[in-house]
């Protein structure tokens, strides 16, 4: 049975979607640059006065300097569009999130239009994707996720759209977008087998042909990666991919956190979109098996956040009950993608299945981290899948049963509260963000004139620092003189703790105030938006949140720093 909608979307609701999406974005216009936005940067402005050799320069973001080649798992055509944009807005925050916003309103109308060929609802379909903390946060950075996103979705709708109306030119298009998706994160090349697979099943395996177009192009950038660096980076970021993804039943409730967090609209629309029944069975597998987990497994390789777990009443709740519901809107995620699959049986729900299916694989299985920013695949798929399902309770005559009707105006309802977690959650990670910056600031102002002014740590707060003068350490080079002051951020990556140079130096602290009451990225709350295995299992958490903190070192004789073994360095 199909659910599909009306093939002749209108277009005045897709020009609506990208007036809200610009609207909820404009407010973080001035947001400091963080976690890998650099690295983006710093390659768009060598591209700016080197544009063949996209990677050929060294910089130091792992603790040594070293060839951009050898760490960046990315490929360049994020960086080249920023090279492009910071020609017309320069180099401000503002600029540049500017013209990435355009991703961002992109991926919605894209997303919006493929809706329509899919459910009955579009704009509901589109609103219960996009407004979803994973949605706002990462279309916030000038990171390659929503670039890839955008040009991953209209690929979708052109190669359906252009099978129904055999365009060749339609086809064309998406195998293009397909290429331009994969070369803007190599997670891209996963449309290839996706619409395959659809392809066949839709038995309109003579357009496949079409997929080598991407498939030419991208063997084209390997070969030139290899002439200018001596490798494949197409097949080495697989590799990596492989050598480091995690493993094991807890990375997959991990990912299902994760999913169901980031998702939050899922959780809202489950009392909609499932019987009673259901609701309950599911609800208590889930809490038996977070039972048997245990919360504190999950927060075992953060001491400071299981302590505070352990000691602090109110944290031990709050995480558990945020674990719970991320558990279980994550489940919801799943379920819907299954149960279309089952209930539908045709090209279209196999296509949303595997797209679901293959990104959350991806996330727990493949990826060296479980992070935010593979769950932003599934915001597209998302909104249909809810949408469809209330399609067929309406269509079966059956829709009794939910604990929420789905009336004409109640069908939007849950869109409340995801938009304020949403709004809530990216507004933690702009003052997170902010924090960083204005540590930077009041550091090179307080410590002039002491020395050499060295730092550990990167992310936005490396940034800031090169930018006011400051200097990475190098762990295979850098000698620290006396008077010389090293900075060490608490909450930060390739760090030491400051305790290893007692008797180097002297040590003070920096308190700097952080998002209050929502954390994405803090060990101290277990929250790890960016990489779980960095800072915590959960995205977000609505918890207190403490002061960003920050270890003012002052060398009081010289010594050489070495390379730390990898259980004293921070991932």
């Not at 897709?14 to 909820?24: H, K, R, W």
């Not at 990677?55 to 080249?80: I, K, M, T």
């Not at 299981?306 to 799943?334: E, K, N």
């Not at 008797?503 to 990225?521: F, K, N």
Request: net charge positive; charged share 10%.
């Amino acid at each position: 049975m199909s659910t599909g909608g009306g093939k002749n979307t209108p277009a005045l609701p897709a020009l609506f979607i990208g007036v809200i999406v610009f609207t909820c974005l404009v407010p973080f216009a001035n947001k400091a640059f963080n976690v890998d936005d650099p690295v983006y940067i710093w390659i768009a402005r060598h591209i700016q006065s080197n544009p063949l050799d996209f990677f050929g320069f060294n910089l130091n973001w792992r603790g040594v300097l070293e060839p951009v080649s050898r760490f960046n798992e990315n490929p360049p055509l994020c960086s080249y569009y920023a090279a492009l944009a910071a020609k017309f807005s320069g180099w401000s925050e503002a600029g540049l999130h500017m013209a990435f916003f355009l991703f961002a309103v992109a991926a919605a109308i894209g997303t919006y239009y493929l809706a329509g060929e899919l459910c009955s609802r579009p704009l509901t379909a589109t609103l219960a994707g996009v407004l979803t903390p994973v949605f706002i946060i990462s279309a916030t950075t000038v990171m390659c996720d929503m670039m890839m996103t955008a040009f991953w979705v209209w690929a979708v709708f052109l190669w359906m759209r252009g099978i129904r109306e055999r365009s060749v030119f339609n086809i064309v298009l998406a195998s293009v977008l397909i290429a331009a998706s994969s070369l803007s994160k190599y997670a891209g090349m996963s449309l290839i087998p996706l619409l395959l697979c659809y392809s066949l099943v839709k038995r309109q395996g003579g357009w496949a042909w079409f997929l080598l177009i991407p498939v030419a192009i991208l063997a084209g950038y390997e070969r030139l990666t290899y002439v200018l660096y001596g490798r494949g980076l197409l097949l080495n970021a697989a590799s990596y991919a492989v050598s480091y993804g995690g493993k094991g039943f807890l990375n997959l409730i991990t990912g299902l956190v994760f999913t169901g967090g980031c998702l939050i609209s899922a959780f809202f629309y489950s009392f909609t979109i499932w019987r009673k029944r259901t609701l309950v069975a599911g609800a208590l597998i889930m809490a038996v098996i977070l039972t048997l987990v245990q919360a504190q497994t999950f927060l075992a390789p953060f001491p400071a956040a299981l302590d505070r777990f352990q000691s602090d009443t109110a944290f031990h709740w709050l995480f558990i009950v945020q674990l719970y519901v991320f558990a279980m809107s994550g489940a919801s995620v799943l379920a819907a993608a299954f149960a279309d699959l089952w209930k539908s049986r045709d090209a279209d729900s196999l296509l949303l299945f595997l797209w679901v299916a293959g990104a959350f694989v991806f996330l727990c299985l493949l990826n060296w981290t479980i992070n935010a920013r593979t769950v932003l695949l599934i915001f597209p798929p998302l909104g249909i899948l809810i949408m469809r399902a209330l399609d067929r309770s309406h269509t079966s005559g059956k829709p009794a049963g939910r604990l929420l009707p789905a009336g004409r105006f109640l069908v939007a309802a849950p869109l409340i509260p995801s938009l304020i977690i949403a709004f809530a959650a990216a507004r933690a990670d702009y003052k997170w963000a902010g924090s960083q910056r204005a540590a930077a600031v009041s550091i090179s102002s307080g410590y002039q004139g002491h020395g050499n002014l060295w730092f550990m740590g990167h992310w936005g707060f490396q940034y800031y620092m090169e930018k006011l003068g400051g200097k990475p350490v190098d762990f295979t080079s850098t000698v620290v003189r006396p008077g010389d002051m090293i900075v060490i951020p608490a909450n930060n990556c390739y760090v030491l703790p400051p305790f290893l140079f007692a008797g180097y130096s002297t040590i003070s602290e920096m308190r700097v105030p952080s998002s209050g009451w929502l954390a994405t990225m803090d060990p101290l709350a277990g929250a790890g938006f960016y990489g779980d295995k960095v800072s915590g299992p959960l995205p977000f958490i609505m918890a207190p949140v403490p002061e960003e903190k920050y270890f003012i070192l002052t060398a009081v004789r010289q010594f050489a720093l070495r390379r730390p073994s990898e259980g004293e360095l921070t991932p």
